[in-house]
């Protein structure tokens, strides 16, 4: 299983980015799929998260109204829409899956050593 972000990019403050996380290889239908960012040298925060399953979604608080989280269950990806962007949300964007039925609340959505399984990374730069 392989995770691919794509549609980073470098934008001004007030405009919007989606960016792409794309499933290959084996993905169980029902996951938590979690967007985390890192800034420089900081440890990777959650941002959102989904649940494949029902498509029951949660955000961190920095970023409640302005980013969106959906799923294409038919691709395998998950979008994070990036709105009203502001320069603190300059960061490496990275989606990672959960484990298999494993719904995001029991999960611990936000913790970083809940997941195995990450992408390489989009860089997002709001200038």
């Known amino acids: 299983v392989q995770l691919v972000e794509s549609g980073g990019g470098s934008v001004q403050a007030g405009e919007s980015l989606r960016v792409s996380c794309a499933g290959t290889g084996y993905t169980p239908s029902a996951k938590c799929v979690t967007w985390f960012r890192q800034k420089s040298e900081n440890e990777r925060e959650g941002v959102a998260a989904?649940?494949?399953?029902?498509?029951?979604?949660y955000y961190d608080s920095s970023v409640k109204d302005r980013f969106t989280i959906s799923e294409d269950l038919n691709r395998d990806t998950v979008y994070l829409q990036m709105n009203s962007l502001k320069s603190e949300d300059t960061a490496m964007y990275y989606c990672?899956?959960?484990?298999?039925?494993?719904?995001?609340?029991?999960?611990?959505?936000?913790?970083?050593?809940?997941?195995?399984?990450w992408g390489q990374g989009t860089q997002v730069t709001v200038s």
């Open positions: 989904i649940w494949t399953r029902g498509g029951y979604t």
């Open positions: 990672a899956a959960g484990p298999p039925s494993i719904d995001c609340l029991s999960l611990g959505w936000s913790r970083e050593n809940a997941y195995s399984i």
